[in-house]
T-cell receptor, first 113, second 113 residues
Framework: GQQVMQIPQYQHVQEGEDFTTYCNSS?????IQWYKQRPGGHPVFLIQ?????EVKKQKRLTFQFGEAKKNSSLHITATQTTDVGTYFC?????????????FGKGTKLSVIP | NAGVTQTPKFQVLKTGQSMTLQCAQD?????MSWYRQDPGMGLRLIHY???????DQGEVPNGYNVSRSTTEDFPLRLLSAAPSQTSVYFC????????????FGNGTRLTVT
């Protein structure tokens, strides 16, 4: 079945440093979604990428979708303590009729003030 | 607008007991799903439904049953709880289209002793 690998599993950064998490799928994706889960909270949708090579920005967050639609990344510039949480990517298989989003295991970000 | 509501928030069961985790959404979403979250394992899909009367298995369906008699409700049943089912359970819904983002409930923390 489809697998989505996400690295690193943990990342500790000093406030103001940059942060990047990477996702790789074993199969071609229809789209990829990114979610953020604050400690003790539930996952919250951040963004969706659909097109090959797509790049989207949300303030200090930059999301990329690979040309082959099998990998993606989330980059945070100048981290803040409010960025603390676990970031998940979730890929939707390109097969017709598939509704199963496959989540990566997440990257837990800690920001040291 | 309540979004996705899960009850209870916490539950402790003894091995062999049964219970139902409730999930309701008021957004008229067609797609609903149940995930379990375990440390280091990310979010794993248990069961999902693409509409009333239609359910299907996800990645880890064993030990769980679901039904979808209405658009709003998608309960998850544990027929005979096992310690391996100790986890945090999230219900999620999304609108029409298989690329719609997921809206998660606040989760149910289940402990089976």
């Amino acid at each position: 079945g489809q697998q989505v690998m996400q690295i690193p599993q943990y990342q500790h950064v000093q406030e103001g440093e940059d942060f990047t998490t990477y996702c790789n799928s074993s199969t071609t994706l229809s789209n990829i979604q990114w979610y953020k889960q604050r400690p003790g909270g539930h996952p919250v949708f951040l963004i969706q990428l659909v097109k090959s090579g797509e790049v989207k920005k949300q303030k200090r967050l930059t999301f990329q979708f690979g040309e082959a639609k099998k990998n993606s990344s989330l980059h945070i510039t100048a981290t803040q303590t409010t960025d603390v949480g676990t970031y998940f990517c979730a890929g939707l298989n390109s097969g017709a009729g598939s509704y199963q989003l496959t989540f990566g295991k997440g990257t837990k970000l800690s920001v040291i003030p | 607008n309540a979004g996705v509501t899960q009850t209870p928030k916490f539950q402790v069961l003894k091995t062999g007991q049964s219970m139902t985790l409730q999930c309701a959404q008021d957004m008229n979403h067609e797609y609903m799903s149940w995930y379990r979250q375990d440390p280091g394992m990310g979010l794993r899909l248990i069961h999902y439904s693409v509409g009333a009367g239609i359910t299907d298995q996800g990645e880890v369906p064993n030990g769980y049953n679901v039904s979808r008699s209405t658009t709003e409700d998608f309960p998850l049943r544990l027929l005979s709880a096992a310690p391996s089912q100790t986890s945090v359970y999230f219900c999620a819904s999304s609108g029409r289209g298989r690329d719609s983002p997921l809206h998660f409930g606040n989760g149910t923390r289940l402990t089976v002793t």
